[in-house]
């Protein structure tokens, strides 16, 4: 029988029509057996030859079978039944029964008599008990025999071995949307942390305790494992990905449900574990009243709005209906961008403007024209090496670029600008980070001089920095880098064993710049924190393993040697910087070393004057040696600019 079962299973899904045909005949069972129980008590009618019969028959038949059809209740897989197929066909039933009593009143009130029921209501209310009982008992056994011949392993075909970690509605959605696959999946079991579920058993199903996982990952035959809870750090994740690594096991995710598909889990929604899962953090929860009070229907200006945390940036303002002002100089990306809001934000407001920051009269033609009331400033040069062989271009997007932005945010009254800067600005050792720190200084000193311009020692435009380290996935990023090499047999190339890098996700980045953005008073450096700074080697070596290669055996990692302006260890603040709370536990404020407005200037006119000479062999020396005298902290690491130090 069971094995008649899982051919029957192996075939896919009993025709809806046939389900209808075993509905109906249950239907016709139940009013029978109605009858037949009311007629042992009641002598009064003779079931089932009298006229009261007969109608209660033919109508309750072709009534309650509209209503099945109605509700879609033969569409259901009823193999995996679940609390919601019998609700709906406790409302099919339930609409049944208003019908025959609404039928039964208007005949008792139109007939004249005003006394005989056209059936009697005792038939009407035991018969809905009859049948919804005979409906649940007929899936719940055909549930019961599916599952039964599964887990008696009655087709060897069924030979992915799965383990889902995770016992709540995201385990249980998990488990029916592997038995409802094409794919051949035998759970073997889940895994969770409540000791009150171990040993009892979810839909035949059994319910280990997490103390017996290494155990279970050692011994238990597993092909892969689920993790279907939201309940569980990135550390933990981390600790089964190594165990399960240990043990040649898959490891597979579950993603929210709020990005399930009309609150439905699939299997193409289940995917492999991430870099991203293993070395993320908590996820943040964004004080979205407050955000919404800054930001809630402005028009809001995105530069380098097709980058990995401008588009971030935008995605995110979606939530809060703006008019988005999305600029960038890339066309492609931003036709990318483009597309996507289409597809998955309908509703946004925004305007695609292709321009380039250091283009000044064009900036001011935008300006002008839209008016933004705040402006997000994501557009750099972020390369390390490249801009070491390129300060002109450097200095051009990274330092004027932003000036132009800055300046016509405060000309045309924005109410806020927020630079999203880096943690290569700290004590900067390359000609990317020092143009960072460069910026900076001057969007404070557009600040400071709008200041003193005021009699009210105030600017209308608040002016805000952010600060952060590499964001995982960005466009360039290591991890993007480390897949194609991974991909492609190897070998992995890390430029250093002891290299060490801050991350962060695009989307946390991105939550705590608008984040950051509300409790901005001007002036202010906001850092992120960063968590623990992780090895790149160890980074290359977790992907490799969740590539299901084994490093150095199967893929050599190549040791390149520190490029130019590269440095071991990334800092967040000065030496002469320290840092005040703020509300949000992951949001600092920097105490920043000051630097003179005049200073600035000076500085900055003498750039000016140098990029604006005819470009020749000595203008990037020009540049870097002007950059290092207005950072005083930047020291070449690793390049041509050392020279520049010893003088």
């Known amino acids: 029988m069971l094995q008649l079962i899982g051919k029957v299973m192996y075939k896919r899904y009993i025709s809806p029509w046939l389900i209808m045909a075993i509905d109906g005949m249950l239907v016709v069972f139940s009013i029978f057996f109605t009858g037949w129980i009311l007629n042992i008590k009641e002598t009064w009618f003779n079931f089932p030859f009298d006229n009261y019969s007969i109608r209660f028959i033919l109508l309750t038949f072709f009534v309650t079978i509209f209503c099945i059809f109605s509700f879609r209740i033969h569409r259901s897989i009823i193999r995996y039944s679940s609390f919601s197929d019998m609700l709906r066909i406790l409302g099919a039933l339930v ?13 008792k009130y139109t007939s004249g008599q005003g006394l005989e029921d056209f059936f009697p209501k005792q038939l009407i209310i035991t018969n809905f008990f009859v049948t919804y009982i005979l409906l649940f008992m007929f899936r719940m056994f055909v549930r019961w025999l599916f599952e039964k011949a599964y887990h008696n392993g009655t087709d060897s075909r069924f ?53 017996k996982e290494e155990y279970i990952l050692k011994y238990k035959d597993i092909d892969q494992l689920i993790i279907a ?6 550390e933990r994740k981390a600790k089964i990905f190594e165990l399960c690594y240990q043990n040649n096991i898959k490891v597979l995710t579950v993603p929210r449900v709020k990005y399930w598909v009309d609150g439905k889990l699939s299997e193409n929604n289940i995917k492999e574990i991430q870099i991203e ?34 588009s971030e940036i935008v995605r995110q303002l979606t939530n809060y209906n703006p008019t988005i002002l999305l600029l960038d ?61 390129e300060p002109y271009e450097a200095v051009l997007t990274n330092v004027f670029g932003t000036k132009n932005i800055a300046e016509l945010s405060l000309k045309y009254s924005a109410e806020r600008f927020i630079m999203i800067s880096t943690d290569k600005a700290v004590n900067p050792t390359n000609v990317m980070g020092a143009t960072k720190r460069y910026a900076e200084m001057v969007v404070k000193n557009i600040e400071n001089l ?27 990023s290591v991890i993007p880098t480390f897949k194609k090499q991974i991909a492609s047999g190897g070998p992995v190339t890390v430029t250093h064993k002891e290299i060490t890098r801050y991350f962060m ?38 992907m490799i393993k969740l590539s299901g290669l084994e490093p150095e055996k199967d893929i050599e990692i190549k040791y390149s040697g520190l490029r130019a302006g590269e440095k071991l260890y990334e800092e967040l603040l000065t030496n002469k910087e320290n840092t005040l709370p703020t509300y949000h536990k992951k949001i600092f404020i920097a105490k920043s070393e000051e630097c003179s407005n005049i200073e600035i200037q000076k500085y900055l006119d003498e750039l000016q004057q140098i990029i604006e000479k005819p470009f020749d062999q000595n203008t990037n020396m020009q540049i870097v040696k002007n950059i290092k005298c207005l950072v005083k902290t930047f020291k070449s690491n690793n390049s041509e600019f050392a020279v520049l130090d010893t003088e």
Do not use: C
């Open 277 to 310: 899962d293993l070395l993320g953090r908590k996820e943040i929860k964004p004080n979205t009243d407050v955000i919404k009070n800054v930001l809630g229907g402005k028009r809001i200006l995105v530069s380098g709005a097709a980058g990995s945390i401008g």
């Open 329 to 389: 100089n890339a066309e492609t990306p931003l036709f990318n961008i483009e597309n996507e809001l289409k597809e998955k934000y309908p509703h946004a407001e925004y305007q695609i403007i292709i321009a380039d920051i250091r283009n000044k009269k064009h900036l001011e033609d935008i300006f002008m024209k839209y008016r933004p009331q705040i402006v997000f400033h994501a557009a750099a040069y972020k390369h390390v090496p490249m801009m070491e062989r």
């Open 229 to 234: 809870t939201g309940r569980i750090s990135n």
């Open 450 to 476: 709008s200041k003193l311009q005021n009699s009210n020692n105030n600017t209308s435009t608040l002016f805000t920095i952010t600060r952060f380290g590499n964001v995982l996935g960005s466009n360039g």
């Open 159 to 211: 030979t992915i071995k799965t383990f889902i970690f995770g016992a709540g509605h995201t385990g249980i959605a998990t488990a029916n949307a592997l038995l409802s696959s094409d794919t051949k999946y035998y759970i073997k079991g889940f895994l969770d942390d409540d000791k009150t579920l171990t040993g009892r058993t979810i839909q035949g199903i059994k319910v280990w305790n997490t103390d």
């Open 505 to 542: 996700t695009i989307a946390e980045a991105a939550r705590l710049v608008l984040e950051a953005v509300t409790m901005g008073n001007g002036g202010e450096i906001f850092l992120f924190d960063m968590g623990q700074p992780i090895k790149i080697d160890d980074l290359a070596r977790k």
């Open 95 to 107: 609409f049944t029964n208003v019908v025959l009593l609404a039928i039964n009143y208007i005949y």
